[in-house]
């Protein structure tokens, strides 16, 4: 299957984006020794080729998305990668029923995100009350997934409490997680 793997290891607070991109290699060397053909988008390149990207974007079967939570949405890389790709005519057309319009051929996508929210913390407190789970708060992602004609959501990886927690566990979990997903598609 050809997978894109668009990456955002941003630099914010104490994050340093180490772990996104050490993600996303985990990621590409699974997926790889699974028999996948890999491409990757590292949005927070400077130098980012607008074509480039929307040919990778379209010759995808499958996207996942290696993102931390920035403010309860994407970073601002990972917003500006999306201005930038979904072009009109290309990725998207307007339709008289909204949302029916996407034209990326992709079948497939998954989320992989960090934050120093604990899972625990998901469905209480006054901020995430309303949050019970971590796709509740990744919506404006897979609302634009599924905008796009992506409508296959893989279950999201969530690497949570990373700046103040244990991180022990991500490495085993997540290579785990993506062979349970990846190895019979």
């Known amino acids: 299957m050809?997978?894109?793997?668009?990456?955002?290891?941003?630099?914010i607070f104490d994050a340093k984006g180490q772990l996104n991109s050490f993600?996303?290699?985990?990621?590409?060397?699974?997926?790889?020794?699974?028999?996948?053909i890999i491409k990757v988008s590292d949005v927070t390149k400077d130098t980012m080729?607008?074509?480039?990207?929307?040919?990778?974007?379209?010759w995808a079967e499958c996207i996942i998305y290696i993102t931390p939570?920035?403010?309860?949405?994407?970073?601002?890389?990972?917003?500006?990668?999306?201005?930038l790709v979904l072009q009109y005519k290309k990725t998207f057309v307007i339709t008289d029923t909204y949302g029916e319009?996407?034209?990326v051929p992709a079948d497939h996508f998954m989320v992989v995100t960090t934050?120093?929210?604990k899972s625990s913390d998901l469905g209480k407190n006054t901020v995430l009350k309303n949050a019970t789970?971590?796709?509740?708060i990744l919506q404006p992602l897979i609302m634009t997934n599924n905008y796009l004609s992506i409508r296959n959501q893989l279950?999201?990886?969530?690497?949570?409490?990373?700046?103040?927690?244990?991180?022990?566990?991500?490495?085993?979990?997540f290579e785990k997680h993506i062979k349970t997903h990846f190895s019979k598609l």
């Open 49 to 58: 080729d607008i074509d480039r990207e929307l040919e990778k974007l379209l």
């Open 101 to 103: 319009g996407g034209q």
């Open 2 to 11: 050809n997978i894109l793997l668009v990456t955002s290891g941003y630099k």
């Open 133 to 136: 789970h971590i796709d509740d």
């Open 155 to 173: 279950p999201t990886f969530h690497a949570d409490n990373v700046i103040s927690g244990d991180t022990s566990w991500i490495e085993k979990a």
């Open 23 to 36: 993600l996303a290699y985990i990621s590409e060397k699974t997926l790889m020794d699974l028999g996948h």
């Open 69 to 83: 939570i920035m403010w309860f949405n994407m970073p601002a890389p990972m917003v500006k990668w999306f201005d």
């Open 115 to 117: 934050s120093n929210l």
